[in-house]
């Protein structure tokens, strides 16, 4: 059974940094294509940003130049670095593969204060 674990949010100030990380089980990670999400409140699950199981990556526009997706296959563990965080930053961050084909994890709550 494949699990998705996910860790490191909180809340935060404006400008402020965090480091998510994902920890998967169950499943060969090293050969995913991975993705965190976000979901915002009262908006639909967002893709925000893509690793290849080569390591090649990709970022939503609204996030790019600011976030920073990285993955430990030794650790099967995925990686999300948050800087400059903005309001609309706020979302319950999951990961899954791309496309998502797992049942999602709890996610870990980022929020973001003015």
């Known amino acids: 059974q494949v699990r998705l674990v996910e860790s490191g949010g909180g809340l935060v100030q404006t400008g402020g940094s965090l480091r998510l990380s994902c920890a998967v089980s169950?499943?060969?990670?090293?050969?995913?294509?991975m993705g965190w999400y976000r979901q915002a409140p009262g908006k639909q699950r967002e893709r925000v940003a893509y690793?290849?199981?080569?390591?090649?990556?990709s970022y939503a526009d609204s996030v790019k130049g600011r976030f920073t997706i990285s993955r430990d296959n030794a650790k099967n563990t995925l990686y999300l670095r948050m800087v400059s965080l903005k309001p609309e930053d706020t979302g319950v961050y999951h990961c899954?593969?791309?496309?998502?084909?797992?049942?999602w994890g709890q996610g870990t709550q980022v929020t973001v204060s003015t």
């Open positions: 899954n593969t791309v496309p998502e084909y797992y049942d």
């Open positions: 690793s290849s199981s080569a390591g090649s990556t």
């Open positions: 169950g499943t060969i990670f090293s050969i995913k294509a």
